[in-house]
């Protein structure tokens, strides 16, 4: 059985992950994210000593938080850019990791990779277009269109699209340090614990916080469905472990598009429409892991001139 390995960078852990599937997964770790130079190796020394074991993946998937630079032509290619996180600007992951594992890889942004993951294994397999919105720290997505990630000038960056706030209803201007109230610095996991004085999860469920959440949420879907058009929307991170917000986020898509967007799976079928991930909190290191299978299915496949 091809193995395949995994590599997950986020702004607090690192996982790493070696499988051939969802339910084959041969070993994986958990490291907490501190300087690049402590965290990589870690992650480099997991490869290693799974291969003395006998474990050896034919290629890896690395998913990075962002911003990244995803330009192969790029000199930058496969570096986190202008992350607030100290230590990590422009860190050339990619390399650092090619030159250490020596072993084929692929590159992309954290929530890419899940919506990869989910596409492959999870709650979008079957289908061609997806999205894969996480609501956590910070909120991003990844967007498939046409079976495959999204990518223009740089890639989607779902967090940051302008929504309307009430004043009067939610005083609280924000706290992205780009735009202030943008759908992430009104409703990711930390604006919530500044707004509310309280970290999201100690929140009651019949608090105002999460009618007040799904609003915001449900306009974010709003803008995604009309600019996107994708066949589902997976909502996954720490925030959306609160299940009791999909419901409200479904009626409150429902009645923001007013029957505009004619589709029975929006319609009729809103409860398969808007749902959570298939792979759970593992959607993401599977999909670095699903990234690396199909980059080898897609060499192996490559026409060999004889
Ligand atoms: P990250 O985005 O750093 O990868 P998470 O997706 O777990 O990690 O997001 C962390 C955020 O989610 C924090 O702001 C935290 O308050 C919030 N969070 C974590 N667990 C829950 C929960 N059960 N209910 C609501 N919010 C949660
Ligand atoms: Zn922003």
């Given at each position: 059985m091809?193995?395949?390995?995994?590599?997950?960078?986020?702004?607090?852990?690192?996982?790493?992950?070696?499988?051939?599937?969802?339910?084959?997964?041969?070993?994986?770790?958990?490291?907490p994210?501190?300087?690049?130079?402590?965290?990589l190796?870690?992650?480099?020394?997991?490869?290693?000593?799974?291969?003395?074991?006998?474990?050896?993946?034919?290629?890896i998937?690395?998913?990075?938080f962002?911003?990244?630079?995803?330009?192969?032509?790029?000199?930058?290619?496969?570096?986190?850019?202008?992350?607030?996180?100290?230590?990590?600007?422009?860190?050339?992951?990619?390399?650092i990791?090619?030159?250490?594992?020596?072993?084929?890889?692929?590159?992309?942004?954290?929530?890419?990779?899940?919506?990869?993951?989910?596409?492959?294994?999870?709650?979008?397999?079957?289908?061609?277009?997806?999205?894969?919105?996480?609501?956590?720290?910070?909120?991003?997505?990844?967007?498939?269109?046409?079976?495959?990630?999204?990518?223009?000038l740089?890639?989607?960056?779902?967090?940051?699209i302008?929504?309307?706030?009430?004043?009067?209803?939610?005083?609280?201007?924000?706290?992205?340090?780009?735009?202030?109230?943008?759908?992430?610095?009104?409703?990711?996991?930390?604006?919530?614990?500044?707004?509310?004085?309280?970290r999201?999860?100690?929140?009651?469920?019949?608090?105002?916080?999460?009618?007040?959440?799904a609003?915001?949420?449900?306009?974010?879907?709003?803008?995604?469905?009309?600019?996107f058009?994708?066949?589902?929307?997976?909502?996954?991170?720490?925030?959306?472990?609160q299940?009791?917000m999909?419901p409200?986020?479904?009626?409150?898509t429902?009645?923001?598009?007013?029957?505009?967007?004619?589709?029975?799976r929006i319609?009729?079928e809103?409860?398969?429409?808007?749902?959570?991930?298939?792979?759970?909190?593992?959607?993401?290191?599977?999909?670095?892991?699903?990234?690396?299978?199909?980059?080898?299915?897609?060499?192996?496949?490559?026409v060999?001139?004889?």
């Amino acid at each position: 059985m091809t193995l395949y390995g995994g590599i997950e960078t986020g702004g607090t852990k690192i996982n790493c992950m070696i499988a051939s599937h969802p339910n084959d997964i041969r070993a994986s770790i958990t490291i907490p994210t501190t300087s690049p130079e402590q965290s990589l190796e870690q992650v480099v020394n997991f490869f290693k000593e799974q291969k003395k074991a006998g474990l050896e993946p034919a290629a890896i998937g690395l998913g990075s938080f962002g911003p990244v630079d995803l330009d192969p032509q790029s000199p930058a290619f496969g570096s986190v850019t202008s992350t607030p996180k100290p230590g990590w600007q422009n860190v050339p992951l990619l390399q650092i990791l090619k030159n250490e594992l020596m072993l084929p890889m692929v590159f992309d942004l954290d929530v890419t990779a899940a919506a990869v993951g989910e596409l492959t294994w999870g709650a979008g397999n079957g289908l061609k277009s997806l999205i894969y919105l996480t609501v956590g720290t910070g909120i991003g997505g990844g967007v498939i269109a046409d079976g495959k990630p999204l990518r223009g000038l740089v890639h989607p960056e779902l967090g940051h699209i302008p929504l309307r706030r009430d004043p009067q209803n939610d005083p609280f201007t924000g706290m992205c340090p780009f735009h202030g109230d943008c759908l992430e610095g009104l409703a990711a996991g930390p604006a919530m614990e500044r707004r509310w004085g309280s970290r999201a999860e100690y929140l009651p469920a019949d608090h105002p916080a999460w009618r007040l959440e799904a609003h915001y949420l449900a306009q974010a879907l709003w803008v995604f469905i009309v600019c996107f058009s994708p066949q589902r929307i997976i909502l996954g991170g720490g925030v959306m472990s609160q299940t009791g917000m999909f419901p409200l986020i479904r009626k409150e898509t429902l009645q923001m598009l007013n029957g505009y967007v004619q589709s029975p799976r929006i319609l009729n079928e809103m409860d398969a429409y808007i749902v959570a991930p298939g792979l759970g909190s593992k959607a993401g290191i599977l999909g670095c892991v699903a990234m690396a299978k199909q980059a080898f299915d897609t060499a192996a496949n490559e026409v060999k001139p004889c």
